[in-house]
C-alpha cells in the first residue's frame, strides 16, 4: 500500500544556517531541507513546541537571509555510537514576507 504524499510543494535539500529566536533565547541550527511551505532543520537544542519561532535563515551562495515565522509539526531525536544527539524538528512557515516568498520561489526553490 502506498501512502499518499501530503507536502503541498517540493523540497528542496539544503544545508542552510538558522536563527531561532525562542522564550529561552537564540538557539542555532541547520535547515536540511526546505519547501515554500515548511522546512526540516538539525538542532542540538528544542524550543518550546507550543511556541510560534521566529526564524532568520541564511542563505550564503546568494548573500541573503529571509526571516520567517514558524510553528512546530514533527520533531525527533537522532542518536547513534558516531554523532552527537540532535533533534529534527519539522516546521511549518506561518508568515513570510512576501518579497522572501518571491525569492524562495522564483530564485531557490524552483
Request: aromatic share 10%.
Amino acid at each position: 500500500m502506498r501512502i499518499k504524499e501530503r507536502r503541498e510543494y517540493s523540497r528542496a535539500e539544503v544545508e542552510w544556517p538558522v536563527n531561532i529566536s525562542a522564550a529561552q533565547g537564540l538557539i542555532q541550527g541547520k535547515i536540511k531541507n526546505m519547501s515554500l511551505g515548511g522546512a526540516y532543520i538539525h538542532l542540538q537544542e528544542l524550543p518550546d513546541m507550543d511556541e510560534n519561532l521566529d526564524l532568520s535563515i541564511e542563505i550564503p551562495e546568494h548573500h541573503y537571509a529571509v526571516f520567517a515565522n514558524a510553528e512546530t509539526v514533527r520533531f525527533e531525536v537522532n542518536a547513534s555510537e558516531e554523532t552527537p544527539v540532535y533533534y529534527g524538528l519539522g516546521v511549518r512557515l506561518k508568515d513570510i514576507p512576501e518579497d522572501d516568498f518571491e525569492f524562495f520561489s522564483t530564485t531557490v526553490l524552483r
